[in-house]
């Protein structure tokens, strides 16, 4: 598994991600095909309900689980989502929270990821599952 934090990707991640300014989230972590993201909601996340919107729970682990993933690829790759599935365990209404994605299986042309999102005393929130496949050439330019 290639380990590189410095992948175009990644960096491009790193400086500008119009979705991490819009949501509020960071990607604190990256390398060896983890990484760790974390967000402080507020009012802004709420559902109807008033807890946080599940939507927003998705969108910090999958940055997470896509910058992991972003870790083991060759400069000259990038890759897509083909699925992602989402657990929730708990609801959240404003606690700071921790979301560290793993690359689990890192084959020749996809990969299987998962993160766990825990609130700052370590409570299971949410488990996310994500597979991604590689793309190379010219499906890969513009990505």
């Known amino acids: 598994m290639k380990s590189d934090s410095h992948h175009p990707l990644i960096r491009k991640a790193l400086e500008s991600s119009p979705i991490a300014n819009l949501i509020g989230f960071t990607i604190d972590q990256v390398g060896n095909g983890r990484a760790v993201g974390s967000l402080r909601p507020g009012p802004q996340h709420a559902n109807p309900m ?17 910058i992991a993933f972003a870790s083991t690829l060759e400069h000259e790759e990038s890759f897509t ?21 793993r690359v689990i299986h890192r084959g020749k042309n996809a990969g299987y990821m998962e993160c766990e999102i825990q609130d700052e005393t370590g409570k299971l929130i949410a488990k996310v599952n994500s597979r991604c496949m590689i793309l190379r050439g010219d499906a890969a330019k513009g990505r």
């Open 81 to 101: 989502t083909l699925a992602l599935q989402i657990h929730f365990f708990s609801p959240v209404w404003d606690a700071p929270l921790r979301a560290e994605g």
């Open 50 to 66: 008033g807890t946080l919107h599940g939507g927003v729970l998705c969108d910090l682990a999958d940055a997470a689980m896509g």
